[in-house]
Every structure is written in structure tokens, then in C-alpha cells.
């Protein structure tokens, strides 16, 4: 799944610029990804599009019966506590790298969840620190927004290729 993932992340520019997701299915076919990667990429992307579609609308309705909406902001002194399933799933790495990002500003708190659910639906015993670079970038996408050159470069950068000076 992460290489159709990969493949949709280089050829599409942003999540708005990817076709709707049947004709994606077509197009991935013909480029020769195999059906199951496809399907599971296809859902993948379907529960990323609803995730970014609900973070754009304005505020978040508490009350369905109610006419305002309200919104929700996280107290800049709150602490995300994770589950025991998130634990394991993202490992100490993910988890570490998670809180580097949230630290340096870059990955705001709508968008950490958006994160962690996508990781959360992925069937591997933990999730690699590739793959949960990957989840990051294609959360970026699907919202239309490019990270800034550095924190690119820190989301796409294979460091066991990289010689030290």
C-alpha cells in the first residue's frame, strides 16, 4: 500500500489535484500496482479525505440541534495522552518523532490526530518511522499545505544513506 501511497504523494501535486478516487483506482491499475495495494490505498485515501474534509470546516458542531458552531482549541499547557493500542502501534520512535514535530511547530494538534488515525488503521505490528513519515506527508497533501524546506527535508530524507563529514 505505501508504495501506490508514494507513487499518488510524487504524480499528484496536492490532495485537490489527485482525480476522484475511482478514477485514481483505474489509473493505479494501469500503471501496474496489484489490485490489493490498490484497494487498500483506495481506503486509505478515502478515511484521509473525510479526516482533512472535517479539520477545513469552520469550528467543530458540539450539538447537532444547535444552529452555532463551536471550536475547540487546545490549551497550548494540554498533554496528549496515548492509548496502549497507540503505543504499540506507533513504538517509541514514532511517538518520539510525533512529539519532535509537534514541538517545532509544524505538526498543530488537528493535524497530529489526523496522523495518528491514519497510523492507527495500518495492520503492522508497529508502524516503521518511514511509513509514519509518509502518513505525515500525505496529511500535509490532503490538506493542501507544503511543509516548510526543513521539516521536508527532515520527512523525506533516508539518513542511513547519509555520510557523515
Not at 486509505?44 to 474534509?53: I, P, R
Request: aromatic share 8%; charged share 25%.
Amino acid at each position: 500500500m505505501f508504495n501506490v501511497l508514494v507513487y499518488v504523494y510524487e504524480n499528484y501535486w496536492h490532495g485537490a489535484a489527485c482525480p476522484e478516487l475511482s478514477r485514481l483506482e483505474r489509473k493505479l491499475n494501469a500503471v501496474g500496482f496489484e489490485s490489493d495495494e490498490i484497494r487498500d490505498a483506495i481506503q486509505w485515501l478515502d478515511g484521509l479525505n473525510l479526516a482533512a474534509q472535517g479539520t477545513q470546516r469552520q469550528g467543530n458542531p458540539l450539538n447537532q440541534d444547535s444552529d452555532k458552531a463551536l471550536t475547540i482549541q487546545q490549551s497550548p499547557i494540554s498533554l496528549r495522552v496515548y492509548s496502549l493500542a497507540e503505543q504499540d502501534q506507533l513504538g517509541t520512535i514514532g511517538l518520539g518523532f510525533i512529539s519532535f514535530l509537534e514541538s517545532a511547530g509544524v505538526l498543530p494538534p488537528e493535524m497530529r490526530e489526523i496522523v495518528i488515525d491514519r497510523a492507527m488503521i495500518i495492520e503492522e505490528n508497529m508502524i516503521s518511522l518511514e511509513n509514519l513519515k509518509l502518513i505525515i506527508l500525505m496529511v500535509y497533501w490532503s490538506l493542501g499545505e507544503e511543509p516548510d524546506a526543513l521539516i521536508l527535508d527532515e520527512l523525506s530524507d533516508d539518513k542511513s544513506t547519509r555520510t557523515a563529514h
